[in-house]
Every structure is written in C-alpha cells, then in structure tokens.
C-alpha cells in the first residue's frame, strides 16, 4: 500500500470537511519551492532558468510555515531547485511535521546521504527521490552521468535508516512502455514505499523542448504501462485511470497552489502568469476560469500530477460509489 492510511485517512476527512463547508476551492498539496538553484541542470526543467540574483535566494523557515498556515493543506511538497541545498533545510522539514504535516522532500538525491543525519523517520516525512528511469536512461536525461547509481545507493542508505521513500518519475516522449515497466519493476525490488509518475509538462523556458508527450500519446502510452500490471504507486488509482483516458477531468489548479521565493504563483505550479503576495489573493484574484484544456493553448497536453492529482482525489471523495471505488483500488491488491 503505497499511500500511508493515516495519510488517506486524514487527506479523505480534510475533503469531506471541505465540501460539507461547500468550499468550491480547496487546496490539497502546498508545493513548496524554498529555493530554486540544484546542483543538476536538467534538459527539460524550467524551474532553474531564473537570473543568478534569484537563484541566489531562500525562503526562510518562518517564510515556509507561514505558507503552510495561509495554505491550509494537508501534503506539502518540498521541491525546487534542490531542496537539500538549503542551509535551514532540516529546520523547514521538522517544522512541517511537527505540525503534522504529510512532508514529501522531492531531491535528486546526490547529497541525501552526505546530510541524511540532518532528518528523523517519521511517518509524517516522506524522501522523493527523483528517478526517470533506468541507469543510461535517468543519466541521459538529468544530464550528468553517476546519477542514477548515486540516487539508488542514497534510497538504500535512506531505507536502511528507517525513512520512508519514495521515487518520483517524469515521463517524455520517445520513452518506450516495455523499458519503463522494468524500470518499475526494478524500483519495487529496492524496497520503496511507493513511486510517483507523470508525464512532462513543456516549460517554456526548458532547453529541450522536443521531448514533451502530447495527450494521446500520453494515454496510449500508459495503457501500455499498466496493462496486466500493478506496481504500488502514489497516485489515487482515479488518477491513474485519467493518465490511461479511462477518466477525463478537468484541471484543478489551486489544488495544488505554489509558493517561492517569488510568492504565489499564478495559476500552478508550472505556468507562471504572475505572482500573489497572499494566499487569500491567489485564490480571490487569480482568473481561474481563464485556464485549463480548452481555455488556455498552453494547458492542451497537460496530463501533470500537479494540476489533475486534486481533481482526481475530489472525484474519489464525490459520492459513496466512488469512494468505495477508490478505496478498494488503494487497498486492495
């Protein structure tokens, strides 16, 4: 079971308890970027192209819970950049759980077992390592080769340590669904409490621009994947179902609201149409209805965790069937 119960538990009554207050918006994941440079500079990341100044800066752990407080979430993600490049890191992460927050510290992993005194097991703190695939594959697309061997030793060292791990997983095209199934199956082998997958979304600023799945091709390719198949992944299975196009949703966009070092960012996680300075002024000022398949031609082929994992979770949470549905997916072998 790769989503903790206590996590499902309190994640499903924090809906409940937003529809029963008839909150329309509510937001499930805080993704949390308190710097954005990383010792890697990968081809299809948008998030490092920002000038020295800024990415020179961090948010400071006081700047961080006061986000989580304004936000509300249940999940915060720690992502960047490369959070583990953070002076006050551990400071950010102790923080969070202590107010029992589900902390998922995304990282490449190349330093995790340089700082992983720095941290404590908890069932509240979750280590997402960064893995694309296979060793030639996952080098290839980070761009530095030994990463991948540095990442699966750093798993091991964290497993054996008593942390809770997890790999996270971006798709592009030219990916090969037999080649990624042995990737999975390799990463259950490891012992990993759960994987995460999406497909890439194109950033604009990203140096490789070629290698994005269109929509089609995105659930043709996930068909493949899971065909006959069931490995213990992160996802609500509607999510799942939606990636294969056996379920189609529209975006949620402040489910999974993006705080930086630039404030709020507007409308997600990957587009950038300006910036909020609250909380309360994201979700009041944002012009949600401007956004998603259908409305914005830069939303056309976004099938991202990020903007559908909410939509997903929400449709679960929408009536008993479902539920009951959802449940017996998780659960279940």
């Given at each position: 079971?790769?989503?903790p119960?206590?996590?499902?538990?309190?994640v499903?009554?924090?809906v409940?308890?937003?529809?029963?207050?008839?909150?329309?918006?509510?937001?499930?994941?805080?993704?949390?970027?308190?710097l954005?440079?990383c010792n890697?500079?990968?081809?299809?990341c948008?998030k490092?192209?920002?000038?020295?100044?800024?990415?020179?800066?961090?948010?400071?752990?006081?700047?961080c819970?006061?986000?989580?407080?304004?936000?509300?979430a249940?999940?915060v993600?720690i992502?960047?950049?490369?959070?583990?490049?953070h002076?006050?890191?551990e400071?950010?992460?102790?923080?969070?759980?202590a107010?029992k927050?589900?902390?998922?510290?995304?990282?490449?992993?190349?330093?995790?077992?340089k700082?992983?005194?720095?941290?404590s097991p908890?069932p509240?703190?979750?280590?997402?390592?960064?893995?694309?695939?296979?060793?030639?594959?996952?080098?290839?697309?980070v761009?530095?080769?030994g990463?991948?061997?540095?990442?699966?030793a750093?798993i091991k060292t964290?497993?054996a340590a008593g942390?809770r791990v997890?790999?996270?997983?971006?798709v592009?095209?030219?990916?090969?669904a037999?080649?990624l199934r042995?990737f999975?199956?390799?990463?259950?082998?490891?012992?990993?409490?759960g994987?995460?997958?999406?497909?890439?979304y194109?950033y604009a600023?990203a140096p490789?621009?070629?290698h994005?799945?269109?929509?089609e091709?995105?659930?043709?390719?996930f068909?493949?994947?899971f065909?006959?198949?069931?490995?213990?992944?992160?996802?609500?299975p509607?999510?799942?179902?939606?990636?294969?196009?056996?379920r189609e949703?529209?975006?949620?966009?402040?489910?999974n609201?993006?705080?930086?070092?630039?404030?709020?960012?507007k409308?997600?996680y990957?587009m950038?149409?300006?910036?909020?300075?609250?909380?309360k002024e994201?979700?009041e000022?944002?012009?949600?209805?401007?956004?998603?398949?259908?409305?914005?031609p830069r939303c056309?082929?976004?099938m991202?965790?990020?903007?559908?994992?909410?939509?997903?979770?929400?449709?679960?949470?929408?009536?008993?069937v479902n539920?009951a549905?959802s449940?017996?997916?998780?659960?279940v072998?």
């Amino acid at each position: 079971m790769s989503i903790p119960l206590r996590q499902a538990l309190m994640v499903g009554a924090y809906v409940v308890k937003q529809r029963l207050q008839g909150q329309k918006r509510f937001p499930l994941v805080l993704m949390l970027e308190p710097l954005f440079r990383c010792n890697l500079a990968c081809a299809g990341c948008g998030k490092i192209q920002h000038p020295t100044a800024i990415l020179r800066q961090n948010l400071s752990p006081a700047d961080c819970f006061h986000a989580a407080e304004e936000c509300g979430a249940p999940v915060v993600s720690i992502a960047g950049g490369e959070p583990l490049l953070h002076p006050q890191i551990e400071e950010i992460a102790d923080g969070l759980v202590a107010r029992k927050k589900f902390v998922y510290l995304c990282t490449n992993a190349l330093l995790l077992e340089k700082h992983l005194g720095r941290f404590s097991p908890s069932p509240y703190f979750t280590l997402s390592v960064h893995l694309d695939g296979l060793r030639e594959r996952h080098d290839e697309l980070v761009c530095r080769e030994g990463t991948f061997d540095a990442a699966v030793a750093a798993i091991k060292t964290a497993k054996a340590a008593g942390f809770r791990v997890t790999t996270n997983t971006t798709v592009f095209e030219g990916e090969d669904a037999g080649a990624l199934r042995t990737f999975f199956d390799y990463t259950s082998a490891l012992g990993v409490d759960g994987m995460m997958v999406s497909p890439g979304y194109s950033y604009a600023k990203a140096p490789d621009q070629e290698h994005f799945l269109k929509r089609e091709r995105t659930k043709e390719l996930f068909r493949k994947v899971f065909a006959g198949k069931k490995w213990d992944l992160n996802h609500s299975p509607f999510f799942l179902d939606f990636l294969q196009g056996k379920r189609e949703y529209q975006c949620t966009p402040w489910g999974n609201p993006n705080y930086s070092v630039l404030g709020w960012q507007k409308p997600c996680y990957l587009m950038a149409d300006g910036y909020a300075t609250t909380y309360k002024e994201l979700m009041e000022e944002t012009a949600w209805e401007k956004y998603g398949t259908g409305n914005d031609p830069r939303c056309a082929d976004c099938m991202v965790h990020c903007g559908y994992e909410a939509s997903a979770v929400t449709d679960a949470m929408s009536n008993p069937v479902n539920m009951a549905k959802s449940a017996w997916a998780t659960f279940v072998k």
